[in-house]
T-cell receptor, first 117, second 106 residues
C-alpha cells in the first residue's frame, strides 16, 4: 500500500538536545511538507520541498532544519534553538507544489508527538 | 490570499445530515475549494474538492454557491466516526486554519 510513514509515534527531547523526526513516502511524490500543530490549533507550515536537494522555509522555520537527499525521505530536525518544541508534527506529500500552491491532494502521515522531558 | 471563515464547532445527531459551512468571499476565479478532516491524533485526510459545480463522492457532497463566496460540506448520514475537525482550504494553499470541530452525538 502506498502512503506516508512517520516515526516514531512518540518522542521525548531532553534540554539542549537535537532530535530528528523521520518521514518516508512511497507515493512517488515530488513535494513534501512539515507542519506543526499545537493543541486546539490549526496546522502551521515549517518547511516544504518541491524536489530533491531543494527546500524552502515555511512560516515557522526558526529552530528547525530539514534535508531532502532522496525523493522518498524528508527528515525534520528539531534543534536546541527551538525553545518550545512540544507539539504534534505532521509530514505530508503531494504530486507537486508551485508558488506555495499544492498541486493535487495532500497526503498526511499519522504524526509524531514530541514532548520535552 | 483568499481567507476562509468556519464556525469553531458544530453538533450533529447520529444518522442525520451534517452541513458544515465555509465562507470564502475573496476567492479568485480559478481557485478550488478543498476539504480535509482530522480525527483526533491522526493526520488530516482529504475529503473532496470543487471549483464551480457541486461535487459528490463516497465520503461527502460539496455545494458551492453560484457566486463562489461560500460552500457547504455535507455528510449525508453522519456517524460517530465522523467526529473530527473539518478544514476548508481555498486555492489549495499551504495554510490550514483552526477548522470546525464536528461532534456527532448518539
Amino acid at each position: 500500500d502506498g502512503g506516508i510513514t512517520q516515526s516514531p509515534k512518540y518522542l521525548f527531547r531532553k534540554e539542549g538536545q537535537n532530535v530528528t523526526l523521520s518521514c518516508e513516502q512511497n507515493l512517488n511524490h515530488d513535494a513534501m511538507y512539515w507542519y506543526r500543530q499545537d493543541p486546539g490549533q490549526g496546522l502551521r507550515l515549517i518547511y516544504y520541498s518541491q524536489i530533491v536537494n531543494d527546500f524552502q522555509k515555511g512560516d515557522i522555520a526558526e529552530g528547525y532544519s530539514v534535508s531532502r537527499e532522496k525523493k522518498e525521505s524528508f527528515p525534520l530536525t528539531v534543534t536546541s534553538a527551538q525553545k518550545n518544541p512540544t507539539a504534534f508534527y505532521l509530514c505530508a506529500s503531494s504530486i507537486g507544489v508551485r508558488d506555495r500552491i499544492i498541486l493535487g491532494k495532500l497526503f498526511f502521515g499519522s504524526g509524531t508527538q514530541l514532548s520535552v522531558l | 490570499d483568499a481567507k476562509t471563515t468556519q464556525p469553531p464547532s458544530m453538533d450533529c445527531a447520529e444518522g442525520r445530515a451534517a452541513n458544515l459551512p465555509c465562507n470564502h468571499s475573496t476567492i479568485s476565479g480559478n481557485e478550488y475549494v478543498y476539504w480535509y478532516r482530522q480525527i483526533h491524533s491522526q493526520g488530516p485526510q482529504y475529503i473532496i474538492h470543487g471549483l464551480k459545480n457541486n461535487e459528490t463522492n463516497e465520503m461527502a457532497s460539496l455545494i458551492i454557491t453560484e457566486d463562489r463566496k461560500s460552500s457547504t460540506l455535507i455528510l449525508p448520514h453522519a456517524t460517530l466516526r465522523d467526529t473530527a475537525v473539518y478544514y476548508c482550504i481555498v486555492g489549495n494553499k499551504l495554510v490550514f486554519g483552526a477548522g470546525t470541530i464536528l461532534r456527532v452525538k448518539s
